[in-house]
């Protein structure tokens, strides 16, 4: 049974950065390219980057560029997400998710952690 669990979500002033986790398990970790979501308050789910299964290449959305670093570590398992430089449009869940390389539709989900920043 493939789980995908996060943490490290939480209150945070503007300005200030945190850092996510995602441990996965039930699966080959290497074989799956590893991304985070995010859904604000009455919007839609959005990407937010992801980062492939060697752990070679990484890919953001534009609004995080510059700010937030996707990294893993094989040997734990987990994925990791930098965010500094918050601000108030990253009030958000922020899920992890997972996909075989060569396919595009994510298979796995977390359930969510919540990031807040206060302005």
């Known amino acids: 049974q493939v789980q995908l669990v996060e943490s490290g979500g939480g209150l945070v002033q503007a300005g200030g950065s945190l850092r996510l986790s995602c441990s996965a398990s039930?699966?080959?970790?290497?074989?799956?390219?590893m991304g985070w979501f995010r859904q604000a308050p009455g919007k839609e789910r959005e990407f937010v980057g992801a980062i492939s299964g060697r752990g070679d290449n990484t890919y953001y959305t534009d609004s995080v560029k510059g700010r937030f670093t996707i990294s893993r570590d094989g040997a734990k398992n987990t994925v990791y997400l930098q965010m500094n430089s918050l601000n108030a449009e990253d009030t958000a869940v922020y899920y992890c998710?997972?996909?075989?390389?060569?396919?595009?539709?994510?298979?796995?989900w977390g359930q969510g952690t919540q990031v807040t920043v206060s302005s």
């Open positions: 998710a997972a996909r075989l390389s060569d396919e595009s539709r994510w298979y796995y």
């Open positions: 039930g699966l080959t970790f290497s074989n799956y390219v």
